[in-house]
Every structure is written in C-alpha cells, then in structure tokens.
C-alpha cells in the first residue's frame, strides 16, 4: 500500500507543496547550517557538532496522516526543516541561543525550553528548541540545542524502545532513570569543572602580571602567562648579541617538563634560576657561539643554557646535564656525548669557580 493512500486531498495538496519547494528547503538547510558555523566561530563558540535534516516525502505523509487537519498549509509544519546543534557544556546552549535569537526571528509562541521539564526519565529530552524564521524563506524550521551527553542519552534511550510507547518491566525502567540521573550530574559537573578553570585562569593572569611568583603553583596555565611577559628574553638578547644574530621564535612549552624536573615547583622558582644563573648560562652561550659564526639563535638558547648552568652549579655534573636532555628531548644515546662535552667545556668559565 502506498504510504499516501490514507491521506486526503488536503492533506495531499500539502504534500505535494513539499515536492514543489523542496529545492527552497535545500537551499535554506545549506544557508542556515553556513550562517551557524561562521557566527559560532566569530564568537568564539565551540560546538561538538551542527547537524541538519529536511523530513523525508515518507516522514511528512505519516505526519499529515496523524494529525493533518491541525494544518491549513505547509507554512503552519514548523519541523519540515530541522536544525540540531550539539553543544559541550550544558552553559553552552544559551550562549547558542542568545546567537541564534540575534540571527533568526524566534516564534517564541511554538518554541519550547524542554529544559524546565523535569521528569525522571527527561534527561535526554531536555532540549531548547527554538522556532525561527529567516529573510528570504517563508517558511518556519527548527532549530535543537542539547550536549553531547543528552544528545547520546536519547539516542540509546531511542534504540532500546524505552521512550516507544511500550511499556517495560520496573526493574528496567528504574535502571535506565538511575543511568540518566548519573549522566545529568556529569553534565552538570563537566560545567562547573570548566567554570572553576576558568576562575583558577583569571587569579593565576592576576598573580603573575601583579609579580607574585613565588604565589604560583607551576602549571601549564601558569607557565603560559610566565612565557607571555618573556621573561627570557633578556638573556636571548644578550645571547645573541655576541654573533648579532637573529633570534629565531619558538614554542618554549616543552621547558615545563624540565623546570619541573629540576625542581621548580613556583614561577617564583624559575625566575630565581633566571636571577642566579644569568651570567653562567651568558658565558655557556659566549664559549660556544665563538666556535661558530651562527647568525640565527632559537629562543630555546636562553633557557636551555640557563637551566645547564644552574645544573652545574648545583654540583649535579653529567648526570645532571644528560637527565636535563633526557628531560628535553627524550631518552637517547647522544645525551651522555652532549652532555660530556658541555662539562668539560664549563669546566674553566668563571662562573664554575666563584
């Protein structure tokens, strides 16, 4: 049988509206989906995911079949064009609303906050669904916003026939409630782990702009804000100066894992081996600049010979210096030849005998 044969000529003349603009629908589908991605990138948003479906010829006649005469024309389905955005974090969806309030004209009468619906099984349905019209397209489409997690949760919740219709047995039903209670407080702590991150960021900036390194744990956060105000930068200078080369720029993140493993557990303590090393890591670099006519340094020159400089002056010899280049560059054979001859070549600078 004819998936159309139960409908009736209205019901048929809307569908066969769909056949005729269904090239409109397209067309809107790829300017909706392209004016999402750019405004969520211009404003910083991170999606997991933009998705997007026009109902199927099929879907729509079993729509009008159910409840056809709810609609005098295709104008009044407003889910023939369906948009999904899948969020993150759970703080993250308004911010996609507020975006796409500013983008679109929401039908506020027919959208639906699903979030306020709290049920014990409408964790994977507590979607923001937003109604909207766009300039040029008459008609209305959809617009879903949920996480990833309420995104996954109602796709196997929708697999296991749960939200069917059929009843299943209790013991069953009051696992699958436990399950999406549990995936509820993960959102909710994914949320607030970031919020907390992102308050733990803003005091470390403060400390380390205000100076109180010795205030500051050494973390990746806190030694990407040390890196920004270049606190090696004078020791490249100088360093540099003795060929007048060009220092040439590059990532000093790796150098966490070495300042760590010497010891340093503050930007307090780094800057201190700055402060006592400087001139020892100058007369490193002096030694071996003046056997070459190098005139491009890395920005890498300045803390590597600081840190070998202070290595040495802690009476940690080759040893040191070869952990200090395991450290760097992973374990290999050519660290215990580097680091021999850097000793024996500091052996004799000042900075060794004072």
Same mark, same amino acid.
């Given at each position: ?26 067309? +809107? ?8 991605? &750019?405004?969520?990138?211009? +404003?910083?948003? &991170?999606? +997991?995911?933009? $998705?997007?479906?026009? *109902? ?18 295709? /104008? ?22 507020? /975006? ?28 923001? &669904? ?21 995104? /996954?949760?109602?796709?196997?919740? &929708? ?43 803003? *005091? ?10 010795? $205030? ?21 200078? *100088? ?5 007048? /080369? ?62 070998? +400089?202070?290595?040495?002056? *802690? ?40």
């Amino acid at each position: 049988m004819s998936y159309t044969a139960n409908l009736d000529p209205h019901c048929l003349s809307i569908l066969q509206e769909y056949k005729d603009k269904h090239p409109q629908f397209e067309e +809107a589908e790829s300017k909706v989906i392209s004016l999402l991605k &750019h405004t969520f990138k211009d +404003a910083g948003l &991170h999606v +997991a995911s933009v $998705e997007s479906r026009i *109902k199927t010829e099929r879907s729509l006649a079993g729509k009008l079949e159910r409840k056809g005469q709810k609609y005098k024309s295709l /104008a009044d389905i407003t889910d023939v064009l369906g948009i999904r955005v899948i969020t993150y974090y759970i703080d993250d969806v308004d911010k996609i609303a507020t /975006a796409i309030e500013r983008m679109f004209e929401v039908d506020w009468e027919n959208s639906i906050d699903k979030r306020k619906i709290h049920t014990i099984d409408s964790f994977g349905y507590v979607s923001l &669904h937003y109604v909207c019209s766009m300039e040029g397209f008459p008609y209305r489409f959809e617009v879903q916003m949920r996480t990833v997690l309420q995104h /996954a949760w109602a796709n196997l919740d &929708h697999d296991t026939g749960y939200k069917s219709g059929v009843e299943i047995p209790k013991r069953y039903l009051r696992s699958m409630s436990r399950l999406a209670g549990m995936l509820e407080l993960i959102d909710e702590e994914f949320s607030k782990i970031r919020s907390e991150l992102t308050d733990y960021r803003r *005091k470390i900036q403060k400390l380390v702009s205000s100076g109180n390194l010795d $205030e500051v744990p050494l973390d990746l956060d806190s030694f990407r804000s040390f890196l920004e105000l270049e606190p090696f930068k004078q020791i490249n200078k *100088k360093i540099a100066a003795v060929n007048q /080369a060009e220092i040439q720029e590059v990532s000093l993140l790796p150098y966490l894992a070495v300042f760590k493993g010497i010891g340093c557990n503050t930007l307090g303590d780094i800057q201190n081996i700055i402060n006592t090393s400087f001139e020892g890591a100058y007369q490193i670099a002096c030694y071996q600049m003046g056997l070459t006519d190098l005139d491009i340094v890395s920005s890498s020159v300045g803390p590597q010979n600081l840190c070998i +400089a202070y290595i040495l002056k *802690k009476g940690w010899g080759k040893g040191g210096v070869r952990y200090f280049f395991d450290l760097l560059n992973g374990k290999e054979k050519s660290n215990e030849i580097v680091a021999e001859m850097i000793v024996e070549q500091a052996k004799e600078l000042p900075f060794m005998n004072q």
